[in-house]
C-alpha cells in the first residue's frame, strides 16, 4: 500500500515538472533566466500578498493560521506517505 501511495506521488510531481518545464519553455527560450528576476512594482510580491492578507483578515486571525499551518505540516506529510 504505502508503495502505491509512493508511486501515485512521484507520477503528480514528474508530471507536475514536465508541464511547468513546457509552460515556462517560451519564455526561458527568450529572455533566459532573466525572466525569474522579474516582478513589477518595488516591493517584494510575497510582502505584497502578505500585506494584502493581513489588511483583509486582520493580524491575529492570519498569525493564527500560520500558526496552525506550520502545526500540522508534519502531520499532513506523514498522512501523505502513510497513505491515510
Known sequence: ???IR???CSHFIVSAVIVSFLLFLPLFLTYGFK???YY???INPILYAGYHL???FGLLPVFFG???LAVSLK????SIFRGR
Not at 75 to 78: D, H, K, L, V
Open 75 to 78: 502531520t499532513i506529510f506523514e
Open 40 to 42: 513589477p512594482g518595488k
Open 6 to 8: 509512493i508511486k501515485d
Open 35 to 37: 525572466f525569474l528576476t
Open 54 to 56: 493581513i489588511e483583509c
Open 66 to 68: 500560520f500558526a496552525v
Open 1 to 3: 500500500m504505502e508503495n
